[in-house]
């Protein structure tokens, strides 16, 4: 089963294309980016990070940060998310779009008391009353 360290959030490991390993994911140290695809539970534990333009099926934990795409994109979940307290959901935005949590149908998105949600915008002129979607769950 994968343990990723990496040390601190400047230290990465990538995941590109479809990972064929078995066994649950633990990101226990540094930032795992998975721009690909990968079949397995994946936990994030406290001061680590996932982002990436990926997929996985899977339950995700994340008790450290979790943020959609590299810069904007989009992650899909192919099973439930729980952000446990403590964890935070980084979305970047710009003017006309944001990054996405995009949960399936049969999925559900569980945001636990002391879960925070942080909005880094690019620089750029935003209109006033702009409105993003930022995670979807349940839909097909």
Do not use: K
Request: no cysteine; glycine share 16%.
């Amino acid at each position: 089963r994968p343990v990723l360290r990496g040390g601190s959030r400047g230290n990465a490991t990538f995941l590109l294309e479809t990972n064929t390993y078995t066994g649950p994911t633990t990101v226990s140290e540094g930032m795992l980016t998975l721009n690909g695809s990968i079949t397995s539970s994946v936990t994030v534990l406290p001061g680590s990070a996932l982002n990436g333009n990926g997929s996985i099926t899977g339950d995700v934990t994340v008790g450290g940060l979790l943020g959609p795409g590299e810069m904007v994109g989009t992650l899909e979940v192919v099973g439930n998310i729980t952000f446990q307290n403590g964890s935070m959901f980084e979305v970047e935005a710009n003017p006309t779009t944001a990054d996405i949590l995009d949960v399936d149908a049969s999925g559900n998105i569980t945001i636990e008391p002391g879960a925070t949600i942080s909005i880094i915008p690019s620089p750029a002129t935003y209109g006033v009353n702009t409105i993003y979607n930022v995670a979807t769950a349940g839909e097909s």
